[in-house]
């Protein structure tokens, strides 16, 4: 038999997880290219912070597994190695994504590949329009976290650098023209503070240093969107 007290402490425990939302974990789709995937350490660091914060709340989700971090994380993800944005328009590839993960919130840092590739800001937020729009086809209540990319500075693509720039200064505006208030989209500057000489190992993907800015440009725009 059940003490009225087991059953009280019971009861307690049960409301305190319905108010505070922990029953119910918000999934996460990180997509992106190399920088997200391979491996993204900065993923299993963002990670870690959240869990540390007692935002444990959470599941990551995609396609692709997890690489070794150095610890156990929550590591799905869809970050697909060499990708363009407009590769994944053209492939309809994200509504796939999107209907095996169902996502809450979507984290967005991607468009490397299509500076490289010398695509204008322009066809890049033409292909970021056309997924917010398979996203909130998906979920209408989509959350989703942009990200003002990273620099670049590869050896055989001189003009990169400038090309990112022009390419995030391109993203506020595109963002508000596409924001909803049952479907936000939140522009998240991981450009400020990021140097390619001591945060990068080729002038693009992010080293150990670089890893640990990118999971702190994230973690307040993700714990807004997990606790909003």
């Known amino acids: 038999m059940v003490s009225i007290h087991s059953f009280a402490v019971a009861c307690g ?3 305190l997880s319905v ?9 996460i789709m990180a997509l992106g290219d190399s920088i997200t995937g ?3 350490c900065w993923r299993a660091l963002l990670w ?9 709340n959470t599941k990551f989700v995609g396609s692709l597994p997890g690489q070794g971090c150095g610890f156990e994380y929550d590591g ?3 970050g697909h190695g060499g990708i363009l944005a407009t590769g994944i328009v053209e492939r309809e590839e994200l509504p796939g994504w999107l209907a ?9 840092h991607l468009g490397t590949n299509d500076v490289w590739s010398n695509e204008s800001p322009t066809e890049l937020l033409d292909a970021f329009g056309t997924m917010v729009d398979w996203m909130r086809e998906s979920n209408d209540g989509m959350k989703i976290l942009v990200a003002q990319i990273i620099p670049m500075n590869p050896p055989n693509c001189v003009e990169c650098g400038d090309r990112v720039v022009a390419f995030n200064e391109a993203i506020p505006a595109w963002a ?7 479907s936000p989209i939140t522009v998240v500057d991981c450009w400020t503070g990021f140097d390619t000489a001591t945060d990068t190992g ?5 080293n150990n240093a670089g890893n640990e800015k990118l999971a702190n440009c994230w973690y307040e725009p993700l714990r807004s969107a997990i606790q909003g």
Do not use: Y
Not at 19 to 27: E, L, Y
Not at 100 to 108: F, L
Not at 176 to 182: E, L, Q, R, V
Not at 202 to 206: A, F, K, N, S
């Open 19 to 27: 108010v505070s939302g922990q029953d119910t974990p918000v999934r």
């Open 202 to 206: 080729d002038g693009v993907h992010p």
């Open 176 to 182: 508000a023209s596409k924001n909803s208030t049952g």
């Open 38 to 40: 391979s491996p993204g």
């Open 13 to 15: 425990a049960l409301l």
């Open 100 to 108: 095996s993960s169902t996502p809450d919130v979507v984290m967005m």
């Open 76 to 78: 799905a993800n869809e």
């Open 48 to 56: 870690r912070n959240l869990q540390t914060a007692g935002i444990t």
